[in-house]
């Protein structure tokens, strides 16, 4: 059941969250990408695999994206092909609805513990691959009947690090007695968005789950959902992408250093390895590699309001592994990093929402993407108002969407990406 908070809502939160974060001895250390228990590199292809088959793989993949000018590129990604599920129980208290969150260790947290859906399980976990305990509450996401489910549909992870990863991302509403197990804890709708103001609290596949679950629900989204289809459709008709998975030791400049696989010019991420103790986890130890970025990114979205409407710009993006050739984006999505030496171009509009005075921003916050893949990955997530000047007609690639249109879509698979769901998350606490 809920907790009784003395001061403010979220006390008991913070103290629970830190008893947590003491009670369990967590351990992550770099180690080299040939010495990982479990994972071997492929003698004739240089793949990162596991002994099993399963879990992921890390192969190079070449790409050409021929949409104007064209592009081409190879790099180093992440192959799971496996669907897993991302699912949020749901239960209301008197009357108030509350989600079931956990407190959950991934490698790659810049700050160990986060907060986890319900259940997040890759389909090796939750099938037992590992040969760990099982994971709680998986029943109601697998067992029809044990709850009414409120969405349900297939979502892309990062298409810049995953070739086609999709999760199962669910919400269920159940009136059984649930019990509250070691590391759970009930939270309300309203507490789970404040908290989504804070950084680095509430983890990616939450938010990816939680962008189905407005504060008030979005009923028939506004304006002509079938239009913003249509134009998006039109966007993804005249692009055409083919790719190619090659070895990843034959990936153009892309090289192996003692430890990790980098760019020749430092730029976009490198592949390292970590071994990991965590007491509360279905296995205590194990070891894995890890995506790290150059640096913290930036996700934005330009907003602007019509009376009382607010429509956000999004970005239609083709990106190595996007499943469906193409998603809705933010309006930006980059790392600053790799564009401070001027070689490559800067983003549209990069400069525009990292400058824009405080009384424009109107959500500002740093997330962590997947610490269970990504090894410290940190996003800076922004909306941004659009001043007076800004065109309302939206560039090529571009189309606006309010945040109701954005709800319908999220309910449907291969309409917006993670990064998308993730700022219509955050949109959802904006009043």
Same mark, same amino acid.
């Given at each position: ?6 001061? &403010? ?30 994972? %071997? ?9 596991? %002994? ?59 700050? $160990? ?28 996401? &697998? ?31 159940? $009136?059984?007695?649930?019990? +509250? ?17 804070? =950084? ?7 938010? *990816? ?16 959902? &079938? ?12 692009? *055409?992408?083919? %790719? ?6 034959? #990936? ?14 430092? @730029? ?12 509360? @986890? ?26 009382? +409407? ?32 001027? #070689? ?16 424009? #921003?109107?959500? =500002? ?12 990955? +940190? ?25 109701? +249109? ?6 449907? *698979? ?16 904006? %009043?």
């Amino acid at each position: 059941m809920p907790h009784d908070n003395a001061v &403010t809502p979220l006390d008991g939160f913070h103290h629970w969250f830190a008893t947590r974060a003491e009670a369990t001895h967590y351990l992550v250390e770099e180690a080299p990408l040939d010495r990982l228990e479990g994972w %071997r590199v492929d003698p004739g292809t240089g793949n990162l695999v596991h %002994r099993t088959g399963r879990f992921y793989s890390v192969e190079g993949l070449a790409v050409d994206v021929r949409e104007g000018a064209g592009r081409s590129w190879s790099q180093p990604i992440i192959v799971q092909p496996e669907i897993g599920i991302l699912g949020l129980l749901v239960k209301k208290f008197d009357g108030v609805p509350h989600l079931l969150m956990q407190a959950k260790m991934e490698p790659g947290n810049i700050n $160990t513990l986060q907060l986890s859906p319900t259940v997040q399980a890759t389909r090796s976990n939750y099938t037992g691959v590992h040969k760990g305990n099982p994971v709680p509450y998986l029943a109601y996401f &697998t067992e029809p009947g044990r709850g009414r489910p409120l969405a349900d549909a297939l979502q892309s992870e990062q298409g810049s690090w995953f070739l086609g990863k999709r999760n199962r991302n669910m919400v269920v509403e159940t $009136t059984e007695d649930v019990p +509250e197990l070691e590391g759970f804890r009930w939270l309300s709708l309203a507490e789970v968005h404040a908290l989504l103001h804070l =950084d680095n609290v509430i983890n990616m596949d939450s938010r *990816s789950v939680l962008a189905a679950c407005p504060a008030e629900p979005a009923g028939a989204a506004p304006g002509d959902v &079938t239009a913003l289809v249509s134009r998006f459709t039109a966007i993804k008709a005249a692009r *055409s992408v083919s %790719r190619r998975r090659i070895p990843l030791k034959d #990936v153009p400049h892309w090289h192996r250093t003692a430890d990790r696989i980098v760019h020749d010019e430092g @730029r976009f991420f490198s592949v390292l390895g970590v071994d990991v103790q965590a007491g509360d @986890r279905e296995v205590p130890r194990w070891s894995q590699p890890l995506l790290a970025p150059a640096g913290r990114g930036v996700i934005a979205m330009v907003a602007r309001r019509r009376g009382d +409407e607010l429509r956000v710009l999004l970005r239609a993006n083709t990106e190595a592994g996007t499943f469906d050739g193409a998603e809705l984006g933010p309006t930006v999505r980059c790392a600053p990093a790799n564009y401070q030496d001027g #070689v490559l171009p800067e983003p549209a509009f990069l400069d525009y929402v990292l400058s824009a005075p405080g009384d424009r #921003v109107l959500f =500002d916050a740093v997330h962590s993407e997947e610490g269970g893949r990504f090894h410290h990955a +940190e996003n800076r997530y922004l909306v941004v108002e659009a001043d007076d000047d800004f065109p309302y007609d939206a560039p090529d690639g571009y189309l606006w969407a309010t945040p109701g +249109e954005m709800t319908e879509l999220v309910r449907h *698979s291969h309409y917006l990406n993670v990064e998308a769901r993730c700022l219509l998350a955050c949109l959802h606490t904006l %009043r």
